[in-house]
């Protein structure tokens, strides 16, 4: 088998993490190697054998000594591909590695070889333990995720009309979970590439998620969504947390990552997904230790891992609703579930004031949008867009890519008054008639 990496690296954008494979497919030094065998046990593993497969939890990590493990991506139809081959002094895994949640990909040996597999308690041993090979191994895994979710492996299928407000839905709550997927846009392809013939699909039942193994989920709801992609954790009603966060924005995450590191058992409950309102961001230039900005996913993303580095579990979907400190352990009450703790964080952030206006239900999330990703301005690319609004979100709206025809921007209301101005709302209404596209925040 030819590893494809060489090939296909002179021709990849230099952002792809594919192009950087000394970085994302290292080869650690034989000393180091060394190091990573002190924490776990020599296996042989005959050719063609399964290490792991997609859809399994709490998969362990594997160096290879000799011989070649193959990494294979199931496509929508169940075929599967061998997408890298990882050689002597490679290692198989990527950020689930740091979590409970199902993995993507499957791992195969391609013909008789010997590696070291280290168990999960253990990896995280080597981790802390070894910082020089820690930092290889989690910017490796963190490269990987992002060139997953790049070239759309390990992923599932969305089929739906692209501006269809449940199609953007759960588009989001993918692409802001880190979760690698195709669209198929049934306004730019109305039978989807044949899969809705394939699936005996109408188009009144869209949006449709094909996973692996072809299950298909029916506009699923978040929760359905979350425990579909074996992204929910399960929660141990019999723990007792050190410390549970309600709410995964930077507060959440700056709390879970001080928590975990101070060795306190770290849960954090979050009802959609890490970031917060910054993970909404295009780019934000004033946050610390980011003298060239980052965008807000990307400072999810890294705040994620390092609170799950340091041990701390996320359990996305789960929307605390309620709270009970009238004894020791404290309990919150996560859908049917009671989660113990002995301390608290909420960190559950600000609730958007919706606009009251004419034909706003019809709008909400397919046309009318509270931040401008890059996923709003793709939807938003040549229409008219009115932005609402203005202070530094309002301010990001206009200069997101790729340009709108026009854009006018309305400096309705000030960080202080947030209030609406009554002669500017009636030329809002008026513009909301003719205009197909919003992006607000009041
Ligand atoms: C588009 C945009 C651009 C921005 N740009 C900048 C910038 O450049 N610089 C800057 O300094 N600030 C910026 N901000 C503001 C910044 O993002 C916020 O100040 C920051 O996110 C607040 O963090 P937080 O953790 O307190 O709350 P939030 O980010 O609001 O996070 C709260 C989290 O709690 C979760 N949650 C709420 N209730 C529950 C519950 N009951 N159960 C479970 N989870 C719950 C929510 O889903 C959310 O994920 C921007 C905001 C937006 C929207």
């Given at each position: ?15 792809d ?5 000394a970085q ?7 000393e ?9 046990s ?10 792991f497969e997609?859809?399994q939890?709490s998969?362990?990590f ?6 070649a ?8 139809h169940?075929?599967s ?10 290692f ?11 993995v993507?990909v ?10 070291v ?12 333990g070894?910082p020089?090979i ?15 979710i ?7 299928v969305?089929?739906?009309p ?7 839905r759960?588009q ?5 979970n880190g979760y690698p ?5 049934t ?11 394939c ?9 449709v998620?094909i ?8 506009n ?15 929660l141990d ?18 709390a ?8 306190l058992?770290?849960?954090?409950l ?11 961001s ?5 946050y610390l ?12 993303g890294?705040?994620q891992?390092?609170a799950?580095k340091?041990?701390a579990?996320?359990?996305?979907a ?25 301390t608290?964080v909420?960190?559950?952030g600000?609730r958007y004031?919706r606009?009251?206006l004419e ?5 909400e ?9 890059s ?18 979100s ?9 340009p709108?025809?026009?854009t006018w ?9 947030s209030?609406?101005?009554p ?13 197909t596209?919003?992006?607000?925040r009041?």
């Amino acid at each position: 088998m030819v590893d494809p990496y060489p090939t296909m690296a002179g021709d990849l954008d230099p952002a792809d993490p594919y192009a950087r494979a000394a970085q994302t497919f290292p080869c650690l030094s034989e000393e180091m190697a060394g190091r990573v065998a002190r924490y776990g046990s020599p296996e042989h593993i005959e050719g063609g054998t399964f290490l792991f497969e997609r859809g399994q939890r709490s998969v362990d990590f594997f160096l290879v000594v000799d011989g070649a493990i193959e990494m294979l991506d199931m496509d929508a139809h169940g075929a599967s591909t061998v997408f890298t081959t990882h050689r002597a002094r490679q290692f198989t895994g990527e950020m689930d590695l740091f979590n409970e949640r199902k993995v993507l990909v499957s791992s195969r040996a391609a013909g008789n070889t010997r590696v070291v597999r280290v168990k999960r308690g253990d990896f995280k041993r080597l981790v802390a333990g070894e910082p020089d090979i820690g930092e290889v191994i989690m910017r490796a895994l963190i490269l990987r995720r992002v060139g997953l979710i790049r070239h759309g492996q390990g992923g599932v299928v969305l089929i739906g009309p692209g501006h269809g407000a449940d199609t953007l839905r759960l588009q989001r709550f993918m692409t802001r979970n880190g979760y690698p997927f195709q669209l198929l846009d049934t306004e730019r392809n109305p039978d989807a590439g044949g899969f809705l013939e394939c699936f005996d699909l109408a188009s009144h039942q869209l949006p449709v998620l094909i996973l692996a193994g072809q299950e298909v989920l029916r506009n699923p709801s978040s929760l359905q969504l979350a425990d579909g992609l074996g992204l929910t954790e399960t929660l141990d009603p019999d723990k007792v947390y050190d410390v549970a966060v309600v709410g995964a924005g930077p507060s959440g995450l700056a709390a879970a990552v001080y928590a975990a590191s101070e060795g306190l058992s770290t849960l954090v409950l979050e009802s959609t997904a890490p970031g917060g309102q910054a993970g909404t961001s295009s780019k934000i230039e004033n946050y610390l230790g980011f003298p060239t900005g980052i965008s807000g996913q990307a400072l999810a993303g890294r705040a994620q891992s390092q609170a799950q580095k340091f041990g701390a579990r996320l359990a996305i979907a789960r929307t605390v609703t309620g709270l009970d400190c009238s004894r020791l352990p404290y309990r919150l009450r996560v859908g049917e579930l009671a989660v113990q703790t002995r301390t608290v964080v909420v960190a559950t952030g600000a609730r958007y004031r919706r606009l009251d206006l004419e034909n706003y239900a019809k709008f909400e999330g397919q046309g009318i949008h509270y931040a401008a990703t890059s996923m709003e301005a793709q939807l938003c690319a040549g229409d008219d867009v009115v932005v609402v609004g203005g202070a530094n979100s309002a301010g990001q709206a206009p200069t997101c890519p790729p340009p709108c025809r026009t854009t006018w921007y309305s400096a309705l209301s000030t960080r202080r008054t947030s209030r609406c101005i009554p002669s500017a709302r009636s030329r809002v209404s008026k513009a909301m008639r003719s205009c197909t596209s919003w992006v607000g925040r009041t």
